[in-house]
């Protein structure tokens, strides 16, 4: 069973950054497609970034264009989202997900899923 683990999420004043980890188990990670997602209370779950199994191929939202990237180190099994000025908005929990068939932003096409982790942007 494949098992995803969010850390680094919390409390930061807008303005801030913060850097999400994603630590993978049970999976043969460098196979994978991996993705963050992110969804506040009331809203659907909403794409933020995605990266393809090589790390070549990086995909970002529109809405934390220039201020969120992901990156991964297939050796760690670990994926990462750095997220610079950040925005009340922002705040949300966020999840990483993992896929067989790469990288998509509808979140029905993701296989595995961690328990998502707190971000929240005070003004």
């Known amino acids: 069973q494949v098992q995803l683990v969010e850390s680094g999420g919390g409390l930061v004043q807008a303005g801030g950054s913060l850097r999400l980890s994603c630590a993978a188990s049970q999976v043969t990670f460098g196979t994978y497609g991996m993705g963050w997602f992110r969804q506040a209370p009331g809203n659907e779950r909403e794409f933020v970034a995605g990266?393809?199994?090589?790390?070549?191929?990086?995909y970002i939202a529109n809405s934390v264009k220039g201020r969120f990237n992901t990156s991964r180190d297939n050796v760690k099994n670990t994926m990462y989202l750095q997220m610079n000025s950040l925005k009340p908005e922002d705040t949300a929990v966020y999840y990483c997900?993992?896929?067989?068939?790469?990288?998509?932003?509808?979140?029905?096409?993701?296989?595995?899923w961690g328990q998502g982790i707190q971000v929240t942007v005070s003004s």
């Open positions: 997900a993992a896929g067989r068939r790469d990288v998509s932003s509808r979140s029905s096409e993701w296989d595995y």
């Open positions: 990266i393809s199994r090589s790390g070549v191929a990086i």
